[in-house]
């Protein structure tokens, strides 16, 4: 059975550096094909893709937050953990991470979510 | 990227169906076989309903399906149950991201 859960600080003041981890079960992300991604949802607003790590390391990025972010694994703990630097009020939301199917191209599986607010 | 457009709201009666569109351009849609679709109740992560334009993954009632023409892909869902009230989004893989739709906010009457 495969679940995700989401974990980190509820509330971020501006300016701060944010690490969310998510703890998976039910698969590996040493398994060929395997990866996890992050993506945000604005409070009454839509999903948006933030990053995406693979089995063999690769990364990848939105393009309109790609220089505040870092994802990283660390597989004997089955964890992805996603840092942003420099929170702003607008990245207020609910976080997801969510497995893709293998080869990446769709998110089979979600966790719960978690809220993080951004304020002073 | 910009995000693919959907209608932000739609309403049809319990036992009709509706198709719901998710319009993109050649770069995204237009030039991709994966498009994936996903419900969402209030306040519940989403749920992957139909991967790769068309196809349901175990447990998804075949009342939903899918279907892509040109930079527009499209979800129809049959027989409407109450509990298909929903949002919708779709999402489109271009190799190395990802773009979600604005979503379809899906009342049934």
């Known amino acids: 059975q495969v679940t995700l859960r989401e974990s980190g600080p509820a509330l971020v003041k501006p300016t701060q550096t944010f690490t969310l981890t998510c703890t998976f079960s039910?698969?590996?992300?040493?398994?060929?094909?395997?990866?996890v991604s992050w993506i945000r949802q604005a409070p009454g607003e839509a999903l948006e893709w933030l990053a995406r790590i693979d089995w063999d390391d690769d990364e990848f990025y939105s393009t309109s937050v790609k220089t505040r972010l870092t994802i990283s694994k660390d597989t004997s703990k089955n964890q992805v953990v996603l840092t942003v630097t420099t929170m702003d009020p607008v990245d207020t939301g609910t976080y997801y991470c969510?497995?893709?199917?293998?080869?990446?191209?769709?998110?089979?599986?979600w966790g719960q979510g978690t809220l993080v607010t951004v304020s002073s | 990227q910009s995000a693919l457009t959907q209608p932000r709201s739609v309403s049809a009666s319990p036992g009709r169906s509706v198709t719901l569109s998710c319009t993109g351009t050649s770069s995204d849609v237009g030039g991709s076989t994966f498009v994936s679709w996903y419900q969402q109740h209030p306040g519940r992560a989403p749920k992957l309903i139909l991967y790769?334009?068309?196809k349901r993954p175990s447990g998804v009632p075949d009342r939903f399906s899918g279907s892509k023409s040109g930079n527009t892909a499209s979800l129809t869902i049959s027989g409407l149950q109450a509990e298909d009230e929903a949002d919708y989004y779709c999402c489109s893989y271009a190799g190395t991201s990802y773009v979600f739709g604005t979503g379809t906010e899906l009342t049934v009457l």
């Open positions: 969510a497995r893709l199917t293998p080869y990446g191209a769709s998110f089979d599986y």
């Open positions: 039910g698969f590996s992300l040493t398994t060929t094909g395997m990866s």
């Open positions: 790769d334009v068309n």
